[in-house]
């Protein structure tokens, strides 16, 4: 009889066991794995880590067919989302192109008084390959939207932690890359970032103009920069395994990357900037929403103070000898 319930469990339900991560989340990974390798060529792979929620599944999509490469990615879930592992499922299953580069992670915060991290029943669903995609764009919007504090950073490093290769280029969901950037990367990658050497390669982070074309190659650019004589850009890093992670403390949409960036220069790595790619962001965010508006005043309101704080003083401590190179860090 037991043994007849569990064998019907696992037909109907991927069954996962969360782990608990600094008293606040149950974390998991490998919800779903990428089915290709990508080292044919003998040369590990660039892992395009990155992050999302629930209501980013359409920008997640839009990812594979536009980056060349490995991707992995931390989902953020609560309550009210936790239907999107459902519809992933159904993706990962019927989408030849996305189950063979995507892997998938997620998390969720710790309730009041919750004490342990439960086992996770996802359900399988019985839905044709055919119908679920006639129907994708309903699917999606059946899915809610989670409505918690972000902890981006932390998803960034789950991201990482579960990617299936050894070098990380770190890039938010939203960004579009150039044209054949995995494998424009990869040789030089494997060159210079070895987890040792304290080497990093820099990309290039555009933003473009809203209602603009996207540029995806060189000429493109140059003619995008020609327009706009202001269109400056931001550091984005490919880094080892083995080298920093993001400050999984920090509030979010407060300095996350830059918090990021500013580790590497206070451990005194070297930043290779790189000519042959880039990304783009689709427009200038000027307008918050109401709920990233309350998130903000939140954050500023009880966490920046602390965890810059913590940040600065971690800095010191660590890198005491890089104070002067690397200057003053704030999150104002």
Same mark, same amino acid.
């Given at each position: 009889?037991?043994?007849?319930?569990?064998?019907?469990?696992? /037909? %109907?339900?991927?069954?996962?066991?969360?782990?608990?991560?600094?008293?606040?989340?149950?974390? +998991?990974? %490998?919800?779903?794995? +990428?089915?290709?390798?990508?080292?044919?060529?003998?040369?590990?792979?660039?892992?395009?880590?990155?992050?999302?929620?629930?209501?980013?599944?359409?920008?997640?999509?839009?990812?594979?067919?536009?980056?060349?490469?490995?991707?992995?990615?931390?989902?953020?879930?609560?309550?009210?989302?936790?239907?999107?592992?459902?519809?992933?499922?159904?993706?990962?299953?019927?989408?030849?192109?996305?189950?063979?580069?995507?892997?998938?992670?997620?998390?969720?915060?710790?309730?009041?008084?919750?004490?342990?991290?439960?086992?996770?029943?996802?359900?399988?669903?019985?839905?044709?390959?055919?119908?679920?995609?006639?129907?994708?764009?309903?699917?999606?919007?059946?899915?809610?939207?989670?409505?918690?504090?972000?902890?981006? !950073?932390?998803? /960034?490093?789950?991201?990482?932690?579960?990617?299936?290769?050894?070098?990380?280029?770190?890039?938010? +969901?939203?960004?579009?890359?150039?044209?054949?950037?995995?494998?424009?990367?990869?040789?030089?990658?494997?060159?210079?970032?070895?987890?040792?050497?304290?080497?990093?390669?820099?990309?290039?982070?555009?933003?473009?103009? %809203?209602?603009?074309?996207?540029?995806?190659?060189?000429?493109?650019?140059?003619?995008?920069?020609?327009?706009?004589?202001?269109?400056?850009?931001?550091?984005?890093?490919?880094?080892?395994? !083995?080298?920093?992670?993001?400050?999984?403390?920090?509030?979010?949409?407060?300095?996350?990357?830059?918090?990021?960036?500013?580790?590497?220069?206070?451990?005194?790595?070297?930043?290779?900037?790189?000519?042959?790619?880039?990304?783009?962001?689709?427009?200038?965010?000027?307008?918050?929403?109401?709920?990233?508006?309350?998130?903000?005043?939140?954050?500023?309101?009880?966490? /920046?103070?602390? +965890?810059?704080?913590?940040?600065?003083?971690?800095?010191?401590?660590?890198?005491?000898?890089?104070?002067?190179?690397?200057?003053?860090?704030?999150?104002?």
């Amino acid at each position: 009889m037991e043994a007849d319930l569990k064998e019907e469990l696992l /037909r %109907n339900f991927t069954i996962i066991q969360t782990e608990m991560y600094d008293e606040q989340y149950c974390t +998991a990974y %490998n919800l779903l794995e +990428a089915t290709e390798e990508f080292r044919d060529d003998g040369l590990e792979p660039v892992t395009l880590a990155t992050h999302a929620t629930s209501d980013m599944m359409k920008t997640l999509e839009k990812m594979v067919p536009m980056y060349d490469g490995p991707i992995s990615v931390g989902m953020f879930i609560d309550y009210h989302s936790a239907k999107v592992l459902e519809y992933l499922q159904q993706l990962h299953r019927c989408d030849e192109e996305f189950r063979s580069k995507m892997t998938v992670h997620f998390a969720f915060r710790l309730s009041a008084f919750q004490t342990s991290c439960p086992t996770v029943y996802i359900p399988k669903s019985n839905e044709s390959c055919w119908s679920f995609k006639s129907n994708q764009y309903y699917h999606r919007k059946n899915i809610t939207g989670p409505f918690q504090l972000y902890p981006s !950073n932390l998803m /960034r490093n789950m991201a990482r932690h579960g990617a299936k290769s050894d070098i990380h280029f770190l890039m938010d +969901a939203d960004m579009i890359v150039s044209h054949d950037f995995a494998r424009k990367v990869k040789k030089i990658a494997n060159e210079i970032i070895d987890g040792k050497n304290k080497d990093v390669l820099v990309v290039r982070r555009f933003e473009s103009s %809203n209602g603009t074309q996207i540029p995806r190659n060189h000429r493109e650019l140059e003619q995008a920069m020609s327009l706009n004589k202001d269109m400056n850009w931001e550091v984005q890093v490919i880094l080892h395994r !083995n080298d920093l992670y993001n400050a999984a403390y920090f509030p979010s949409r407060i300095k996350v990357m830059h918090s990021l960036i500013f580790a590497l220069c206070r451990a005194n790595y070297t930043f290779n900037v790189l000519s042959h790619v880039f990304n783009v962001h689709e427009g200038v965010k000027i307008d918050n929403t109401i709920y990233s508006k309350a998130t903000l005043g939140h954050q500023f309101a009880y966490a /920046r103070k602390t +965890a810059e704080k913590r940040y600065i003083n971690e800095m010191n401590d660590k890198y005491p000898e890089t104070e002067e190179k690397c200057g003053v860090f704030s999150m104002v």
